[in-house]
């Protein structure tokens, strides 16, 4: 089988195509063939190890400390289908579409193959849902998964207004929707070629961040989501309205340290970190999509083969929604 082999830190050149042999799942594991998975902003710094000092020596020790040693191939969700099911594994049959994230534990998606635990919390598998293709459901279980996270972090409710800042990624596209879903009223915030999808997909108010900064608009904001964490952050948290909330993804020591202190001092709360994904979530994320609640933005499908290629265009910026890679023809069906 194919599988991208990730044996150095470094630019895209640094992952390679390589053949090797099929894994076989053992009792407990189910042999998922991948049809789709995705290439995300999070594949690209943890290739080159491009993270916060501590987050990064954290990865480094786990991951390889000289290279990728411990996890030598990158990509942590997909959609596939189950090939081969272990002994003891009671809820998956051979056949059964599915999606999932593998978590760090079982990253290793840029493949034909992967064998995940059937019976474990480790991963969150789920039933993909049957009206949408692969390649849409592939970026759900995490771009989908963390936006709903962070937005019930966030308690996000009818009525609020809220702040996507960095709306137009993987992430972003899937929180403007839900929070939509959830009837708050969304400023989604991206570089200017991103806005028309923006409001396409929902935002009440598309703004360009290199234009306007929102800090500075005569509004208050019961949650602000920060995504790329570039967000002023006295400024936001003097936006936030009381009791509010604002939310970075990756933030350095300091930006933890005084978004603790805002916590403490106030009735704000300053939230940064991990994501929790659980089956249930990705559960519930397969009903919206299957009632068309949500959907999910594809902005290109690329051939395993250009893998190098896909990561370019992700690092570029120039990336809406999501960038997928697909392993098996769509025209094999959905
Ligand atoms: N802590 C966790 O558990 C966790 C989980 C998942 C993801 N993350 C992190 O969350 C971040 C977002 O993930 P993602 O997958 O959604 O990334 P993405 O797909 O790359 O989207 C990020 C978006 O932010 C925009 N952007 C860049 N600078 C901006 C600025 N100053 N103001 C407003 N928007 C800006 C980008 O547009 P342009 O490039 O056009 O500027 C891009 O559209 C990543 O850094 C990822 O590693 C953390």
């Known amino acids: 089988m194919r599988r991208v082999a990730w044996t150095r830190y470094g630019p895209p050149e640094v992952l390679e195509l390589t053949e090797v042999e099929k894994p076989r799942p053992t009792d407990d594991e189910i042999l998922i063939r991948i049809h789709a998975t995705t290439v995300t902003a999070g594949d690209c710094e943890q290739r080159e190890l491009r993270l916060p000092f501590l987050f990064k020596f954290v990865m480094r020790a786990y991951i390889g400390i000289r290279r990728p040693s411990r996890i030598t191939t990158l990509g942590m969700e997909l959609a596939g289908e189950v090939e081969e099911v272990g002994a003891s594994v009671t809820s998956f049959k051979k056949g059964d579409q599915v999606y999932a994230a593998t978590g760090l534990t079982h990253m290793g998606t840029y493949a034909d193959y992967i064998c995940l635990p059937g019976n474990s919390d480790d991963v969150v598998i789920a039933k993909k849902p049957a009206s949408i293709s692969f390649a849409e459901a592939a970026p759900v279980p995490v771009g989908g998964m963390d936006a709903l996270y962070y937005l019930r972090q966030g308690e996000v409710k009818e009525g609020d207004r809220i702040i996507i800042n960095g709306a137009g990624g993987t992430i972003g596209c899937y929180a403007v929707q ?17 806005l ?29 989501l920060d995504l790329p964490s570039k967000a002023p952050f006295s400024a936001a948290i003097q936006t936030l309205a009381p009791a509010g909330t604002y939310i970075f993804t990756s933030g350095s020591l300091t930006t933890s340290l005084r ?22 979530d990705l559960e519930y994320l ?7 609640s949500i959907k999910t933005v594809v902005d290109r499908v690329y051939p395993l083969e250009d893998v190098i290629e896909a990561q370019r265009h992700v690092e570029s910026g120039a990336k809406k929604g999501n960038v997928v890679l697909s392993l098996v023809d769509e025209g094999q069906g959905k």
Not at 198 to 224: C, M, P, Q, W
Not at 259 to 280: I, N, Q, Y
Not at 286 to 292: K, R, S, T, W
């Open 286 to 292: 397969g009903d919206l999509l299957e009632a068309g």
């Open 196 to 224: 028309e999808l923006l409001r396409s997909i929902g935002a009440d108010v598309a703004l360009d961040y290199s234009k306007e900064d929102f800090t500075k608009r005569d509004e208050s904001y019961h949650f602000i």
């Open 259 to 280: 978004g603790r202190w805002v916590s403490l001092r106030s009735d704000k709360r300053v939230l940064g970190g991990a994501t929790w994904p659980k089956k249930e």
């Open 178 to 194: 839900l929070a939509k879903h959830f009837g708050a009223h969304v400023t989604a915030i991206d570089s200017s070629d991103k």
